[in-house]
């Protein structure tokens, strides 16, 4: 598995993935999907990216708003595998109108 980052590597990586903040040894953000099918479908393709990187966040879903929380637990924190995973569902949140929120 990758080596954990250093604080100011994480800092710097989050400084380019607005929704995304650490707490701890995590990083989490959230999104708001315009309804309930549309959380359903960012989820499916978050698990498209997860399975592709065999690298899983924890997911939780409230109808329409998506909270997602990456570590590398095998490592103990973040990873660049975190990061990665991050800009992933960057992307693919708007493929489904999703937006980070509030």
């Not at 999907?33 to 966040?57: G, K, T, Y």
């Not at 997602?68 to 489904?96: Q, Y």
Request: hydrophobic letters at 45%.
């Amino acid at each position: 598995m990758a080596d954990l980052l250093e604080p100011t590597a994480i800092d710097a990586a989050l400084a380019e993935l607005p929704p995304w903040s650490r707490q701890d040894d995590e990083i989490r953000a959230s999104f708001s999907a315009p309804s309930f099918r549309a959380a359903i479908e960012l989820v499916a393709a978050i698990a498209d990216q997860a399975e592709e990187m065999n690298h899983h966040p924890d997911i939780d879903i409230r109808y329409t708003t998506v909270t997602l929380v990456l570590s590398t637990h095998s490592e103990g924190g973040i990873t660049s595998a975190d990061i990665e995973l991050a800009r992933r569902i960057d992307a693919v949140a708007s493929t489904v109108g999703a937006s980070p929120a509030d």
